[in-house]
Structure formats: C-alpha cells, structure tokens
C-alpha cells in the first residue's frame, strides 16, 4: 500500500510569489490534514479535510488556503510568501477525520523555501 | 494558550539504557495525548497515544504516563536502540477535538 506522497519534495519561491502543494492521501483515506513545521514555532496545525469540505483550520493568515478533491487528494496554497513561511509542509491522512488519529500517517513533507 | 512543551530538548544515551523524555501541557481540558517520533528527513510517526482517564499505556517497549495533577506527560522507551534516535513530539488535542497541539520536541541521541 502506497504511503502519502507529498509533491514537490523541495521548493524555492520568491517573496510575493504564490505556492501550490499537493498532497496525495493513503488509497482509502479521505481525511486530509496540513501542518507547517518550523525550529522555532515547531508543529502547527494548518487545516483538515474531509470528504471535499474544510472541517477545521488553525491559526493562520488567510493567505494559507487548501481544497480537497473528489478523489481525496489535497492541495494547499500559499499566496503572498513572506520569509517566515519557509517551513515543512506537512500532510497527514486517516480514514476518518477527528481525532483519535492513531491510525493517521504523515508524508515527508515539502520543504519550501521563500528567498 | 494552549500550549505543550517540553522539559529538554536534547537527551543523550547509551544503547540499552532506559530513556524518558518529559512533556508539560498547559490545557487542563484535554483529553487525549499522543507522542510522535520524527526521525531526519521523515514525518512523524505515531508511537503510542493515551486518554484522560488512563494513568498509564504501554506499547511495545514504550510506555506512556499522564500526571494530570502536574498536567505532565512522559514518554519511556526501554533499552533504546541507535533506531530509537530521532526527535520526540508530544501532542494534545484541542479545545474543539479536532486538531493536535503538537509541543517543540525533545531530539534523542542513542549511542553504541
């Protein structure tokens, strides 16, 4: 069974640029969730998808925007880059959205860089 | 806030020795807790999780603890191995339940 695969895994823009990355849950699953990883702010939640609708979002600007399509694979876009968007993007699926998520598996992540 | 930390960010030991890395959370209300292990270039990885009305879990030897009277959370992995080196999240769940607080992790080095 394939696990999540994120696209790109690096990625460098410019400030003021916009990025769109995706991510391609576990065959089966339809909960999508985002997390921006950072040394300073560490793990953070971004949003959740499920089944196509947006369930939860975090604490975020709203240049972060996601959507999720009928095949359950999500994309997240960032508009507007400012420096201190450089992170790890992060994708986790599970079968059911919610937690417990024991059953929730992470991506390696895209690594975007913003110069 | 909410907000979960931890006590060390590094924690250094030998192969076969007993580790235990510690976690402070701040939201009394939580109920559940889950420890993470992210190793270099990789996501996290779920390890073992715990409600708010156990003490104490166990896994495969790890073995999770939750003081909610000091709102503390610890994670014991016996006889670590060089496999074992990684970086430690500890988590909790929201004020809605839906989404994780994940704290800055602990970075466990294992030594041969």
């Known amino acids: 069974k394939a696990g999540v695969t994120q696209t790109p895994r690096y990625l460098i823009k410019t400030r003021g640029q916009q990025v769109t990355l995706s991510c391609s849950p576990i065959?089966?699953?339809?909960?999508v969730s985002w997390y921006q990883q950072t040394p300073g702010q560490g793990l953070q939640f971004l949003f959740e998808?499920?089944?196509?609708?947006?369930?939860n979002k975090g604490n975020f600007p709203g240049r972060f925007s996601g959507r999720q399509f009928s095949n359950s694979r999500s994309e997240m876009n960032v508009s507007t880059l400012e420096l201190g968007d450089s992170a790890l993007y992060l994708c986790?699926?599970?079968?059911?959205?919610?937690?417990?998520?024991?059953?929730?598996?992470f991506g390696q992540g895209t690594r975007l860089t913003v110069v | 806030g909410e907000s979960v930390g931890l006590h060390l960010p590094t924690l250094s030991v030998q192969e076969g020795d007993n580790s235990i890395i510690n976690c402070a959370y701040s939201?009394?209300?939580?109920?559940?807790f889950i420890w993470y292990k992210q190793e270099s270039g990789k996501g996290p990885q779920f390890i073992i999780d715990?409600?708010?009305?156990?003490d104490k879990r166990q896994g495969q030897r790890v073995t999770v603890l939750l003081n909610k009277t000091v709102k503390h959370l610890s994670l014991q992995i016996a006889a670590t191995q060089p496999g074992d080196s990684a970086v430690y999240f500890c988590?909790?769940?929201?004020?809605?339940?839906?989404?994780?607080?994940f704290g800055k992790g602990t970075t466990l080095s294992v030594s041969s």
């Open positions: 986790a699926s599970s079968a059911k959205p919610g937690l417990p998520n024991t059953e929730a598996f």
């Open positions: 065959s089966g699953h339809r909960s």
């Open positions: 998808y499920f089944s196509e609708t947006q369930r």
């Open positions: 939201n009394s209300a939580s109920d559940y």
């Open positions: 715990i409600r708010s009305n156990m």
């Open positions: 988590a909790e769940e929201d004020q809605a339940g839906t989404a994780l607080i």
